[in-house]
């Protein structure tokens, strides 16, 4: 007997807030960063995260791999990273007389890339096809990457020392990009007392497993979306693109990775359709770190998310009928 799209809905919904309880437990004082990770997970995607060191970038991704029970690896993007570290190498076995494979960093369901920007634009494209195609090839030979694959990537900001700005096309292969933040004062007070005790992150127990979350993510991209929905999204990011604030605007990548984002946070939300408020809440996010600005935009320090926000707010929401 098939199952009905409310209760794929209800199902998804259930393991994601089971997801959420065990990730609150780590990060403190945050739940609009755990819902977009939330996000970034069941819609296929990957998640940029970008702030000042220390404010729990690291700890985020470590809290979802751990949760989801998936194999996790951890790169640490330094400037002497080879690209091979992260997609792997063959070497010559002298027993066998013939080349192996060995596997490198983004073998694994969740694979986080701390400060990604502190390695050179050579080693970062190393991602590229591993992310948009979920393979990685080697000496000819294509690699299949495991499902679900998830990329959380920490980045600081460019302007601090030693950092080097991610390439547009490895940008614009992160669905989400977010910000920690530093945390509210109650819940700095709350971390002191949960963190200065022991480990949260030792004590967090996985929810559910990786074959659960693969099957659940494909039942997400079922969710409805109405024709003008889509026809408001793409005039979205026609508006990026017309803006004169804009030098480069949104990609048809975003616009997909934009809608898949929608139909998770719908799910997310309970409904098995999407509204215009998925597209308005999960703009700047998922457009902002795409775009890139106009020097003038940049004199007048205009800044990325706002120039999103009024590309979005210049277009007119569709009639709800």
């Known amino acids: 007997m098939e199952r009905s799209a409310g209760s794929e809905v209800d199902d998804l919904r259930a393991v994601a807030e089971d997801i959420r309880a065990g990730v609150e437990t780590v990060i403190e004082g945050k739940p609009e960063a755990v819902d977009l990770a939330l996000v970034a997970l069941f819609s296929s995607g990957h998640l940029l995260i970008e702030d000042v060191p220390g404010v729990g970038k690291t700890m985020l991704a ?189 990609s048809p990548r975003a616009g997909l990775q934009l809608l898949r984002a929608c139909q998770a946070r719908a799910v997310l939300e309970g409904r098995h359709y999407v509204i215009p408020d998925d597209i308005q809440a999960l703009a700047v996010p998922a457009l902002a770190h795409r775009i890139l600005l106009s020097p003038a935009a940049q004199l007048a320090r205009r800044g990325a998310d706002e120039v999103v926000r009024a590309a979005v707010d210049s277009v007119a929401i569709p009639d709800r009928d």
């Open 62 to 250: 470590k809290a979802l791999a751990r949760s989801i029970d998936g194999t996790a690896q951890r790169i640490q993007f330094t400037p002497d990273l080879l690209p091979s570290d992260i997609t792997g190498v063959s070497i010559f076995n002298g027993e066998r007389r013939e080349f192996e494979f060995k596997p490198g960093g983004v073998f694994a369901n969740v694979v986080i890339g701390d400060e990604i920007n502190r390695a050179s634009p050579k080693t970062q494209s190393a991602l590229l096809e591993a992310m948009e195609e979920r393979q990685v090839t080697v000496d000819g030979v294509t690699h299949p990457l495991p499902d679900p694959f998830l990329v959380v990537a920490t980045q600081n900001p460019i302007e601090m020392e030693g950092t080097y700005p991610l390439p547009e096309a490895q940008r614009d292969r992160f669905t989400l990009r977010i910000s920690m933040g530093y945390p509210v004062r109650a819940a700095e007070v709350a971390m002191l007392d949960h963190h200065g005790a022991g480990d949260p992150l030792a004590e967090l127990r996985p929810v559910t497993d990786v074959a659960t979350v693969a099957a659940l993510t494909a039942s997400a991209r079922s969710i409805y979306a109405h024709r003008a929905i889509k026809d408001y999204l793409v005039a979205v990011l026609e508006a990026t693109r017309r803006s004169p604030d804009v030098r480069l605007g949104a």
